[in-house]
């Protein structure tokens, strides 16, 4: 099992920058692809960025791709979302979660977060 306790959300004006931070439980977190999703009032939850278990390698959507970066700290056993240039389209509830998969991650994630609230005003 893992439990995932993201943080970090708030409110933030267009332009601005918020770090999310997801903190991770158990031993075995280097053995777990880590992303982000978010889920946007009446929208249904999409992928955002993931991350490698060795956090070599990344992916992003295209929505996000320039403006948001995903890291990790396996010896702190989180994962981070750095996120610029902020828009009020990404105004939503950001989710953590993780995977043993990082090409079944997007699409199946086994882990979840509660969310924080990431919203931008215009």
């Known amino acids: 099992q893992v439990q995932l306790v993201e943080s970090g959300g708030g409110l933030v004006q267009a332009g601005g920058s918020l770090r999310l931070s997801c903190a991770a439980s158990g031993r075995t977190f280097s053995s777990y692809a880590m992303g982000w999703f978010r889920q946007a009032p009446g929208k249904e939850r999409e992928f955002v960025a993931a991350i490698t278990e060795s956090g070599r390698s990344t992916y992003y959507a295209d929505s996000v791709k320039g403006r948001f970066t995903i890291s990790r700290d396996n010896a702190k056993n989180t994962v981070y979302l750095q996120m610029n240039s902020l828009q009020p389209e990404d105004t939503a509830v950001y989710y953590c979660?993780?995977?043993?998969?990082?090409?079944?991650?997007?699409?199946?994630?086994?882990?979840w977060g509660q969310g924080t609230q990431v919203t931008v005003s215009s």
């Open positions: 979660a993780a995977k043993n998969s990082f090409v079944l991650l997007r699409s199946r994630p086994d882990y």
